[in-house]
């Protein structure tokens, strides 16, 4: 018979003390935990010990079960803000006598598997520290804590101690180092830690000068308000800043930056001061405000629009992201006039700063004082930097927010990156290469794969060697060696390249991946998906098996393999690459499709527009592809919205943002034919070259899409007896197109499938190449 909980042998066994071993998985190392424990064990009256060791973090613990048990549950729920807690497993404990108290001890046997998190911004604790007057790190621009600051930019190697950081040469004064020591403190064994007295310092100095006296933080903002471009050293680089209200320094700072019509990031001191300039709902205001702290885009208003000219042309959403790290918040104090305490950043601000990468010329991010100086020149009128190394650069991340779930990535970076995605099986170590375009490498470790922050498109040398730098950092810090190397299928691109480089050189297999199923298997591996699914795949442009120019397939996908099981109607590219920077080419080539070949010089007065027919007619430098990026340009060049692009994906943002204004439509009937497995839209986009109305035509355009995706799709779904939907690919970053074909899909009875982890473009290939290459060699 098993005792109730009032019973006298239950009473008696809940206050007997015993011992109880536990044993926590996750990112538990260099987050604080081991102090949060012995806070938590003393208030709990437990004894024992906690310790660091290959597996993750033992504990030992001796008292009541009542106190064990409530210890247990408080475990979880209060774990310090950085962690992250897989499992909680109990294990056996030799017996012994009960200890004096609980302490924390030295590492176990074997090396700590020493977890690195990702960069964290200041915590309420270091405010309050960073704005009282009578504090030792008021106004220090590098205060942090267990619980927050840089972790991922700052750490060279591991272990992750002080001599494999940044602040390795900066000794700690005796205040720094008496509360590094002490478990009681939140600064215990936190490798960042420093003071004005031992840490680094900021400077400001003008362009070609030297460093100035006085308070770096009121020079700075006296520069900005007088319309300079400053550069401004943060975590993982540097940011090009201007003040966002004056329109003549935005203008100043695109023409210097060669930035064209792409939009700029701006900086807010708080989701007050977004009031009257930009939308805020509760799923933007939660991405604003979480440890992420990325650029989240937020639909303008019409006051945005005149208030902040120049920002986003022509685009109906702004960028925007709030302070995180102490030289973000102290410029928007100096701007308060340095009021004490925190209650102003409740309150809106006026100041709202343009923050864009350094990164002239579609060059990598610039993190070093030396390097800043040489390729900023030009650009920066002045320079507010420090003497920390910045040791791994990391862009902002950027999302878009969702009516439903977690955000979609378009860049993942600061704020996310090393966190893992957890495999739905382990295998062999892989090293993921990822594509040309928004490129990231992947490193798979056990049941774990790491994606890289993001490096960038590979059309230079130097953003080539960051690429390779992130892959053989990511190998220091998981002390990883792949047995396995994977890549894109095409041949040319710098990232396959690499990887056949690594194959021969570590004498391992290298696997080709192509495209499009790397963008499913991107999907699948971080939603555990481990049978056959569909997926729909709608991109630029990627290589397919036979050399096709792909785009706009469906696939059905299992694991290592797949199989096209049909794609979109191809349409011609006249003049090949050039299709995709001059959207007007495309259109061109669908006119010519559509019998309207004597339309195109007509329309498009273009140079060469007068032998796009000629060149079609003959068949020369006109590819053709089953993109559905280029069906989107092709759209927008009809409607008259852009010809010519300045950035990747500026015309397809012009034609949602058209569409979303306009607000929805009914789907065209008879807008699309299926057949062969082909979605033909050739009657949409027919419409469209007649179409008068630039906004109805946008928002038709997506409309009748979207429902030939569902019918396609739900037509190949009954025939495979599938039930579960992929969507990959960086068109799904389309709001309008995802929820459309989202809702559609389901009301059809279907699973839907969605990146959450990584961006659905070529941001996440990397991942999938890595899940099909240990599929791959799982299988062999």
């Not at 048990?69 to 950085?82: K, T």
């Not at 019509?261 to 939660?286: I, Q």
């Not at 090293?431 to 040309?436: D, H, K, M, R, S």
């Amino acid at each position: 018979m098993i005792p109730s909980e009032h019973s006298p042998s239950a009473t008696s066994r809940a206050v007997t003390p015993a011992w109880e071993g536990l044993r926590v998985d996750g990112l538990v190392q260099g987050v604080g935990f081991r102090p949060f424990v012995w806070h938590l064990a003393r208030e709990e009256g437990l004894r024992g010990r906690v310790w660091n060791d290959a597996e993750g973090v033992g504990i030992a613990l001796w008292g009541p079960q009542a106190g064990r048990e409530r210890f247990r549950r408080r475990l979880r729920a209060e774990a310090p803000p950085l962690a992250r807690i897989d499992a909680v497993r109990s294990v056996p404990v030799g017996e012994e006598r009960p200890p004096a108290d609980f302490t924390i001890v030295s590492s176990g046997e074997g090396p700590a598997r020493t977890g690195i998190v990702p960069d964290a911004p200041v915590c309420a604790a270091c405010l309050e520290e960073l704005f009282d007057p009578a504090g030792r790190r008021n106004r220090y621009a590098f205060l942090n804590c267990t619980h927050c600051g840089p972790r991922y930019t700052i750490t060279g190697a591991v272990p992750y101690d002080r001599p494999s950081t940044a602040l390795a040469g900066f000794p700690m004064c005796p205040d720094c180092a008496a509360e590094y020591a002490d478990p009681g403190d939140r600064r215990f064994h936190a490798q960042a830690t420093a003071c004005p007295a031992c840490g680094p310092r900021l400077v400001f100095r003008r362009a070609g000068d030297e460093p100035e006296g006085g308070d770096a933080i009121a020079a700075a903002l006296g520069a900005l308000g007088a319309g300079a471009v400053v550069a401004i050293k943060g975590l993982g680089g540097y940011h090009l800043a201007v003040d966002a209200r004056n329109e003549r320094a935005v203008e100043r700072l695109r023409e210097r930056k060669e930035r064209g019509g792409k939009p700029f990031a701006l900086m807010a001191a708080n989701t007050a001061s977004l009031d009257g300039v930009a939308v805020l709902d509760e799923a933007a205001r939660a991405a604003l405000e979480g440890p992420a702290r990325p650029i989240v885009l937020l639909p303008k208003t019409e006051a945005g629009e005149r208030r902040l000219p120049g920002i986003a042309p022509g685009l109906v959403h702004i960028g925007f992201m709030l302070p995180y790290a102490p030289i973000h918040y102290l410029l928007f104090h100096e701007a308060a006039g340095r009021p004490a305490g925190r209650e102003w950043l409740e309150a809106p601000q006026p100041l709202l700063l343009v923050m864009t990468s350094a990164n002239p010329g579609g060059e990598p991010l610039v993190t070093d004082n030396h390097e800043a100086e040489r390729r900023l020149s030009g650009i920066a009128d002045a320079f507010l930097e420090h003497d920390r190394p910045i040791l791994v650069g990391c862009d902002d991340s950027v999302v878009r927010p969702r009516d439903r779930g977690a955000p979609v990535f378009l860049r993942r970076s600061r704020g996310h990156v090393p966190a893992p995605v957890v495999l739905p099986e382990e295998g062999p170590s892989v090293l993921a290469t990822g594509g040309w375009l928004k490129n990231t490498v992947c490193l798979t470790r056990g049941g774990e794969a790491f994606p890289s922050q993001h490096v960038g498109d590979l059309a230079n040398g130097a953003t080539i060697r960051v690429m390779e730098s992130a892959a053989a950092h990511l190998r220091r810090v998981l002390e990883v060696d792949p047995r396995v190397v994977a890549c894109d299928l095409h041949p040319d691109f710098p990232s396959t390249r690499f990887a056949q480089e690594l194959a021969d050189r570590w004498d391992v297999p290298l696997v080709a991946v192509q495209h499009h199923h790397a963008h499913i298997a991107a999907v699948a591996a971080e939603h555990g998906l481990t049978g056959p699914v569909l997926g729909v795949a709608l991109d630029g442009v990627g290589l397919g098996p036979a050399g096709e120019v792909w785009g706009g397939e469906l696939l059905r996908v299992d694991g290592a393999d797949y199989r096209a099981l049909g794609g979109l109607r191809p349409i011609p590219l006249p003049g090949g690459d050039r299709a995709a920077r001059e959207p007007w080419r495309t259109a061109a080539g669908l006119l010519y499709l559509l019998g309207q070949r004597e339309e195109i010089p007509a329309r498009f007065r273009r140079e060469g527009a007068e032998r796009i027919a000629d060149l079609m007619d003959r068949g020369l430098n006109c590819p053709w592809t089953s993109s559905a990026g280029r069906l989107f340009d092709a759209a927008a060049a009809l409607l008259g919205l852009r010809e010519i692009t300045g950035f990747e994906g500026q015309a397809a943002m012009e034609l949602e943002g058209r569409a979303q204004s306009r607000g929805p439509v009914p789907a065209m009937s008879g807008g699309y034919r299926i057949a062969g497995g082909q979605l033909d839209p050739a009657p949409l986009m027919e419409a469209l070259a007649d179409c008068r109305d630039s906004g109805w035509g946008a928002a038709v355009f997506h409309a009748t899409l979207a429902a030939g995706i569902v019918d396609w799709v739900a037509s190949a779904a009954a025939a495979q007896g599938l039930d579960r939907v992929l969507l990959g690919g960086g068109c799904w970053a389309n709001r309008i197109l995802e929820e459309d074909v989202r809702s559609g899909l389901a009301a059809a009875g279907l699973r839907v499938f969605t990146a959450e982890a990584l961006p659905p473009g070529d941001g996440g290939l990397s991942l999938g190449q890595a899940w099909v290459a240990a599929r791959t060699m799982n299988k062999e």
